[in-house]
């Protein structure tokens, strides 16, 4: 599960990570004169659509359920679940944490977006540092998982504007294809968390993220903490 603020983001997102359901509010950012029902009918032919409407607005034929803005957010959840249908069987239980994923290799991104994604985390990914750091305030993730070797920005200034913007609360885990003490040292240097390289196993990737934003009883925790050797005090 992902989120957007505008149609530019939306379609950023579902490149990446393609969505089986669009919740989508009638008055998203960037609409115009557009019918966005069917700007997102042509990009995601395979996503079944719900829209949030304005109180009083009509009915759009062309979706599979609707509903006022001003439901309470259980109903909603209901006509994702009725888009859903079977496919939430094979869903795993939720884990209650929300990822963010910055790297600018889209293959390994849409990798480790999936990745997690099936974990049952909410996952936003990114190709652009910049991008990123503005989706912070919206998305408030528990986790961000940040390439040091970003272009433009780069890993390292990102890692500390997200500390900076968060006060600290938002844990940055950087991802490297570089094995070398330097890499480990920069990281620590620049506030990571931890430290993971690509080319680890992906439950190394699944264990660093239980450990920071999944939903682990205190013991839990603390066992994967010692095993990691995470000092992080989630």
């Not at 506030?191 to 690509?198: C, H, N, S």
Request: proline share 5%.
């Amino acid at each position: 599960m992902t989120g957007a603020e505008s149609v530019d983001e939306a379609f950023h997102q579902a490149a990446l990570l393609p969505p089986d359901v669009v919740i989508l509010d009638e008055d998203l950012n960037g609409r115009g004169d557009r019918d966005l029902v069917q700007v997102f009918r042509a990009a995601m032919p395979r996503a079944r659509i719900v829209l949030l409407r304005a109180d009083g607005s009509e009915i759009h034929p062309d979706v599979f359920a609707s509903g006022p803005r001003s439901v309470a957010s259980d109903l909603v959840q209901g006509l994702a679940q009725g888009a859903l249908g079977s496919r939430l069987r094979d869903l795993p239980k939720a884990r209650l944490g929300t990822v963010l994923c910055v790297d600018d290799d889209p293959i390994y991104l849409r990798s480790i977006a999936r990745l997690l994604s099936r974990r049952g985390y909410q996952v936003s990914a990114f190709e652009d540092a910049d991008r990123a750091l503005d989706a912070i305030d919206w998305l408030r993730p528990d986790v961000a998982l940040v390439d040091i070797m970003l272009p433009g920005m780069g890993g390292l200034d990102l890692a500390e504007k997200i500390r900076e913007k968060s006060h600290g609360r938002i844990p940055v885990v950087f991802l490297t294809g570089l094995d070398s003490d330097e890499a480990y040292y920069e990281g620590h240097q620049h506030g990571a968390t931890y430290l993971v390289e690509k080319t680890e196993a992906p439950q190394k990737v699944l264990d660093v993220v239980d450990c920071l934003a999944g939903d682990l009883d205190p013991q839990e925790r603390e066992d994967l903490k010692s095993r990691l050797g995470i000092a992080f005090s989630a």
